[in-house]
């Protein structure tokens, strides 16, 4: 009995304890995620955005209209992310990409994000994007990247090699990469091609991410029954410039220069005299005029 009363005082701090562990547990898990600081091989979540046509900002649409492999599939859960009032009416709607296996500090060599086959609708749809330059947003803890779908060049496709050649002054120079088969019919006719490639550059400081650099490559031709490979790489470099200062390369510095501008300052110069000389005019007419009447009032 003894025993068992002195140990009856401990069991509130023991359930206070266990309270604050569990309510600790999704903060440790989202840590990086909500807090910008990461331990070495921590999960690093590429957001995807938006996607639209370059010479419409205002026309945006959903990542998921690309139609691209990346987030469909029952093997993996896609999660979406918040959005605030004002992120929801600038067409933002984020949602992670978990073929994207990207790691704190840790460099991936190429590897594989999926394969797919284009159908007719697919091949149109992807085709009409690329011939409208359309470019996606993406995200990764919370720093905006850019890039296009694709490219639509000068190319041509030599089918009797199989291979991508730039025509240029009536010679073909093929390119490294080899390009599947393709319709006869196809023969010398510029394709729009999709980059399959992305390699991300991710510069960091101890244990909080930088900067982020995406460069897409490796184009593949656009035509019905083509074989699409996606895949990514990723390399981390350490740096020394501050967590507070990395936004600054999105901002112009120029805008921020307070110049004299002695052109809009003269112009407005001119045009107070102006508009004080029109008053001044005005009112020794409306005077003059008074001055007039009321003198010939005297003299009657």
Known sequence: MVARAAAMPRAPAVRVALAVLLAAVPLAVRAGKDTHIYKAQEDVVVWTDKVGPYNNPQETYNYHSLGLCELDGDDIV???????????????????????????????????????VLTAEKATALGGMINDNYWYQIYVDDLPIWAFVGEHSKFALDVSRFSLMLRDNNRSIPTSAPVPPVPASLKGKPLPKIYTHRHFTIFYNKDQII??????????????????????????????????????????????????????????????????????????????????????????
């Open 78 to 116: 896609v999660e979406q992310g918040e959005v605030s009032i004002g992120e929801s009416l600038e067409g933002h709607e984020f949602y992670s990409s978990p073929r994207l296996d990207i790691h704190f500090a840790q460099a991936a060599g190429t590897r594989s994000v999926c394969n797919m």
């Open 211 to 300: 900067e982020v650099d995406m460069e897409p490559s490796n184009p593949w031709p656009i035509y019905e029954g083509a074989p699409l490979s996606f895949s990514y790489s990723a390399t981390w470099f350490p740096t020394t410039k501050g967590f507070e200062d990395r936004h600054s390369r999105y901002l112009d510095p120029k805008f921020f220069e307070h110049k004299v501008h002695w052109f809009s300052i003269v112009n407005s110069f001119m045009l107070s005299l102006f508009l004080c000389a029109v008053v001044a005019i005005i009112l020794m007419k409306t005077l003059k005029r008074d001055f007039t009447r009321y003198s010939a009032s005297e003299a009657e």
